[in-house]
């Protein structure tokens, strides 16, 4: 399975950061990952100057969020059909930061749906709070987080495990809750799905955390600003 290291720019960029993707290919060239799968996902304006950036360094570009619907009169959405018009390839769903402003499990099912029918490929994040791991419920929550979030019929799709108090935070899951989590998962998904870890991943944590079973990429944010990090974290992934 190739890994897939996903760099979640959330609401940072500007027009400038169209530069990002050479200055990154010229830290790792094509052949230097060549068994790496690369995507960024901007903010919805820069998608399709990312795209046009990315597409022959072999970097696929994603968006972070669509709405469930093709098209219609929803002031400010995006449809995952728009998205693979300007290019997307992949799009995030049901990040933490969208499901503590109240998206559910349903919300996300709906979306992951949109994707398949635009032709992406759909990363649905999920994760436990600090409460739930405390009290002993992160594969549980996870688990009934999977089953709300997947549509029964399933095209092909990436789960992000993101403990929702790792992210920004600079704390990180242990390496043998992770591989617990993912080994978890992966019976609930099976053998052909790719399991992406997030939650402050860095250039000094990257390789500890793809080195473990049932790992099959990163989901980053702070880090995937800095092309310099994200280009360490990917050669910890080659
Ligand atoms: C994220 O945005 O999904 C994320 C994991 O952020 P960070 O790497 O900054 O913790």
Redesign the pocket.
């Known amino acids: 399975m190739r890994t897939l290291i996903t760099g979640?720019w959330?609401m940072n960029g500007e027009q400038a950061w169209t530069i990002k993707p050479a200055g990154f290919d010229k830290m790792v060239p094509i052949q230097a990952r060549k068994h790496v799968d690369i995507l960024l996902c901007p903010p919805f304006p820069y998608i399709r100057e990312l795209f046009v950036a990315s597409a022959s360094r072999n970097i696929a570009i994603g968006g972070q969020d669509c709405h469930a619907s093709e098209q219609g009169a929803h002031t400010g959405e995006v449809s995952a059909e728009m998205l693979a018009d300007c290019g997307a390839d992949y799009v995030?769903i049901g990040?933490?930061?969208r499901r503590a402003g109240g998206e559910t499990d349903a919300d996300v099912q709906a979306k992951a749906k949109a994707a398949f029918r635009a032709g992406l490929t759909p990363i649905i994040?999920v994760g436990e709070t600090l409460e739930q791991r405390e009290a002993g419920e992160a594969l549980s929550e996870v688990e009934s987080q999977i089953s709300g979030s997947i549509p029964d019929q399933a095209d092909s799709f990436v789960v992000?495990y993101?403990p929702v108090w790792?992210?920004?935070?600079g704390k990180v899951a242990s390496i043998a809750d992770i591989k617990d989590m993912h080994a978890h998962i992966r019976e609930l998904v099976g053998a052909e799905t790719r399991i992406l870890y997030?939650?402050?991943?860095?250039p000094g944590n990257a390789a500890d955390i793809l080195a473990t079973d049932n790992v099959n990429g990163a989901?980053?944010?702070?880090?995937?600003l800095n092309m310099a990090d994200f280009a360490a974290i990917t050669r910890a992934a080659s």
């Open positions: 979640n959330k995030i990040h933490s930061e994040c992000a993101e790792a992210i920004g935070t997030g939650g402050s991943v860095k989901l980053i944010g702070g880090a995937s």
